[in-house]
């Protein structure tokens, strides 16, 4: 398989519902995404996108949403741990 690689020119920032809906709209699966996400063992969260047209531009709108009604805070060593575990 070949192997493609992305050049994502920030200059000015971008929010991870942005990316993440870039990439979807490049093609990320959003079930892969799901499937990739649950080896974390995470939980209390759902992840949604859809199709939105803002200005005559089209794009696809990601979210996260908080189904557990929990906002743990995780730290830098936190989060390293939950993606070495």
């Not at 192997?3 to 490049?26: E, K, N, P, Q, T």
Request: net charge negative; hydrophobic share 40%; charged share 20%.
């Amino acid at each position: 398989m070949a192997r493609r690689i992305a050049y994502v020119d920030c200059f000015s920032g971008a929010s991870g519902d942005m990316l993440l809906g870039g990439w979807l709209d490049a093609g990320l699966s959003l079930d892969t995404l799901r499937q990739d996400l649950e080896a974390l063992k995470v939980a209390g969260y759902e992840l949604a996108a859809e199709r939105v047209t803002r200005h005559g531009i089209g794009g696809t709108q990601f979210q996260v949403l908080d189904t557990a009604g929990e906002r743990p805070v995780r730290t830098l060593s936190a989060v390293r741990g939950i993606l070495q575990g």
